[in-house]
């Protein structure tokens, strides 16, 4: 499948680096586990929506839009990957944030990614939960339209065939690194939410005819709602690519034990999962996506569904950005004058 077909602009470090994390492997005992890093795209500290805007951006300035119009939740990545996105193309951004988080303290709407989104000078408004956020967004583009300005609506996540074009690519670049490598694949592990990722993956591994299960874990959804839609993209994100064959609905995996106190909220796994990582291979993951991502690979290694002979490539997605917003879950304790002796 042609990928070059569809116009594109370039904004991310591509192809991110495929690594081994020995030391991970070997504190886990079971399959050797391998790390794409796609936190290192680049854009503006980076993550897996830079390669989902590289096609939405490239529609945009087709459409001769001049502001893009998206939304998230108050920590997103995605918005504070739009915001950088806009002035790479010379266009505005505006965003709404969803309040879904309400457990976190003030500082949870004005540090991490939000501070991003002002210093990038991206106007945002919040919305309470449990709106129909992309019918938001939707409103807040023809308000703009009624003004004079030229509206590009960004669905949340970027989540949309045209955005799930980045992880097709991420499927062509990871397969082409691993055959110059001589490595075989037998598993992709990554943090499933609004579905663009996995779909993006299981479309463009289907488009090569390379069958490499792909584990989704989901941070929200139950199971088979998060099948279903990750399922439905990737059957349109075929049908724009133009591949060949019937993607049948059982090859989207996805488990949903690691979701934990609801979106956004991170539990002792999660907190265990940044931690272990942080402490063998020097990586910091997210507390919102992949560090939930992660814990669910941990679980299976645990749970014995590899075999040692495995290689497991866990889909780095980004999101280190919002760790400060969670400070209060992963600070170590103090003694009086400050110290910690941990
Ligand atoms: C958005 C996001 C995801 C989930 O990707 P989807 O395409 O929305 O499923 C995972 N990790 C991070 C860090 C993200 O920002």
Redesign the pocket.
Known sequence: MHLARFPRFALGHFPTPLEKMPRLSAALGGPTIWIKRD?CTGLATG???TR?LEFLVADALQQGADTLVTQ?ATQ???VR?TAAAAHIAGMKCRALLERRVTTMPASYESTGNVLLDDILDCPYEFRERGLDMNAEGQALAERLRATGAKPYFIP????NAI??LG?VSCAYELVAQADQMGLRIDRIV???????????LVAGLHAINAPIDVL?VS?RAKRTAQIDS?HRLAVATCELLGARGTLERDRVEVIDEHVGAGYGQAGAETVAAIRQVARTEAILL?P???AK?MAGLIAQVRAGTFSKSDNIVFL?????S?LFAYEALLAEPRSADGSTGH
Do not use: I, L, P, W
Request: net charge neutral.
């Open positions: 936190d993550g897996n929506k989902k998230g997103s990545n995605h990957q949340g996540g970027g989540s955005g799930a992880y990554h943090a499933t939410g609004s579905a663009g990722t996995q779909a993006g989704g941070v990750v997210d919102v996506y992949s991502g780095h997605t980004g999101g280190a919002a």
